[in-house]
């Protein structure tokens, strides 16, 4: 969603280059950039610059989060800067905030929540406003849940944000209790319910399949035991009756192929999944013993759609 509540069409990639896109300048840039001091001054009283901070100018488009992390003294970071590229975040609350060690007078409002994150492992400075990546990445494993992190580092893969060699290096500097987190990660998960419905399945301990391919229906989210065909809702709200349609239609093909669809809502996955949990162990009980015993999807996992 934009800042307007607008849905935002723009991929992550798109996103991800606007969130970097200069909007933040020291004097000194400005002035490379052909202006003097008088035309500074000039251009902050037409509004056509906000003097935001110290030697920090800022365009009038430059989102909110931004100005205000400069104006506290650091860039934009953490779980912040993952929502504004469009990032899985499964909750981000406040505004996160890199400030460099040794800084001084911070500019913290006591109206609002601030988490300020201070160490820094990349070596990329050129970016007044928003973080590296690498750190903002590295900010997000601490501040979420286990479960909450692999779906936002699912993510980060899957829109091809970091290369998994550079996420397994970022995890080289993360303290030790984080390491198991990195041999869970999957970039077929295209959305936060998807990475959270795979770790179902795994405490579940059931055999599945992911991103499989069924003539006449196409790709598939799950396939269970070679017979049940998981859908996740990639949005927690209605998507229309388009895609209604759409869905109901692709059902119909898989259950012509001997398939079983159920698709759990977004809301569920996210919130209590112990129900979940309980109703697909309900319906592998109840539904598994009428299919072939030991019958496999026909599909095995290196056929999976390459990310």
């Not at 798109?14 to 400005?30: I, K, N």
């Not at 988490?115 to 750190?135: E, M, Q």
């Not at 959270?196 to 579940?204: D, N, P, V």
């Not at 759990?264 to 319906?283: M, N, S």
Request: hydrophobic letters at 40%; proline letters at 4%; aromatic letters at 6%.
């Amino acid at each position: 969603m934009s800042e307007h509540g607008d849905v935002d069409k723009r991929t992550v990639a798109e996103r991800a280059g606007d969130a970097y896109a200069p909007t933040v300048f020291s004097r000194s840039q400005l002035i490379r950039k052909g202006l003097t001091g008088r035309r500074i001054a000039a251009a902050v009283a037409r509004s056509d610059l906000l003097h935001i901070r110290r030697d920090r100018y800022a365009l009038p488009t430059a989102p909110s989060d931004v100005v205000t992390a400069v104006r506290i003294g650091g860039r934009v970071s953490c779980l912040s800067l993952l929502v504004a590229m469009g990032v899985f975040v499964h909750r981000s609350r406040g505004l996160h905030v890199l400030v460099t060690p040794g800084s001084s007078r911070l500019r913290l409002s006591k109206n609002s929540t601030t988490v300020l994150h201070w160490r820094v492992r990349s070596s990329v400075d050129g970016c007044l406003h928003a973080a590296p990546i690498v750190d903002a990445v590295a900010h997000s494993v601490f501040c979420q849940s286990p479960r909450e992190t692999l779906a936002t580092l699912d993510s980060i893969l899957h829109h091809a944000l970091m290369t998994f060699d550079e996420l397994a290096q970022l995890f080289e500097s993360l303290p030790t209790r984080f390491r198991p987190l990195l041999a869970l990660v999957d970039p077929s998960a295209a959305s936060g319910p998807e990475t959270y419905m795979r770790l179902i399945l795994r405490a579940m301990g059931v055999s599945y399949e992911t991103q499989v391919y069924l003539e006449g229906v196409g790709y598939v989210d799950f396939v269970v035991d070679g017979w049940l065909i998981i859908e996740c809702d990639s949005k927690e709200f209605h998507e229309g009756w388009e895609k209604q349609v759409q869905d109901r239609a692709r059902d119909v093909a898989a259950a012509r192929l001997g398939y079983v669809t159920v698709r759990p809502l977004a809301v569920d996955l996210l919130g209590d999944h112990t129900v979940v949990r309980e109703a697909l162990e309900q319906i592998i009980e109840v539904m598994g013993p009428r299919f072939t015993r030991g019958r496999r999807s026909r599909f095995s996992r290196s056929g999976r759609r390459s990310i």
